[in-house]
């Protein structure tokens, strides 16, 4: 093995180093710049419309992991049910979508945000108020066009890219 030109490797890595060292990057800065998610998204949380919700439990029979508890009681007056109780554990929940696809009154949606990790395993179940929608906790369009038309048009990087230029 014949050693003519020592050192000519490293420098040919530097010189690909400094070339894209000093062009502009093109990656995406998490944190201060977010894209938009998908509308149809499944987010990892469930949305709950307690007005439309007749507690029925529809959604909990076909929760294959159970992770939604609901529990109700009679109005002997109106004969109805009422939810005394609404509870989702997010940590057993596989964002499968099958009960917002079983409710026949359309009072479950997936969420549309997806920044929803926890410290602590207890805090991953949601119970009642925290379940509403809010500007915090949109609902995606998934099952609902109507929903999904009102939402931003999914960015890409390939996209923001192009804007940028």
Same mark, same amino acid.
């Given at each position: ?8 490797g ?67 007056? =109106? ?6 109780? %609404? ?10 979508? @099958?009960? !917002? /696809? ?25 119970r ?7 500007? =915090? ?6 099952? %609902?066009?109507?929903?999904?038309a009102r939402?931003?048009?999914?960015? @890409?990087? !390939? /996209? ?6």
């Amino acid at each position: 093995m014949k050693f003519s030109h020592y050192g000519k490797g490293i420098v040919k890595g530097m010189a690909v180093v400094f070339g894209h060292f000093l062009r502009r990057p093109i990656t995406t800065q998490y944190p201060e710049e977010r894209l938009i998610t998908s509308r149809r998204s499944r987010g990892n949380e469930l949305i709950w419309d307690e007005v439309k919700c007749t507690g029925c439990a529809t959604c909990a029979k076909s929760c294959p992991q159970g992770a939604i508890i609901i529990e109700t009681s009679v109005n002997q007056q =109106e004969n109805t049910y009422k939810v005394e109780k %609404y509870e989702v554990d997010n940590g057993y929940c596989i964002q499968c979508g @099958l009960c !917002v /696809e079983a409710c026949p009154f359309q009072a479950l949606f997936l969420g549309y945000t997806y920044e929803r990790a926890k410290y602590r395993r207890g805090e991953l179940v949601m119970r009642d108020k925290e379940l509403l929608t809010s500007k =915090e906790r949109p609902a995606s369009g998934y099952m %609902y066009p109507e929903i999904a038309a009102r939402l931003p048009a999914q960015s @890409l990087l !390939v /996209e923001a890219e192009k804007v940028k230029e």
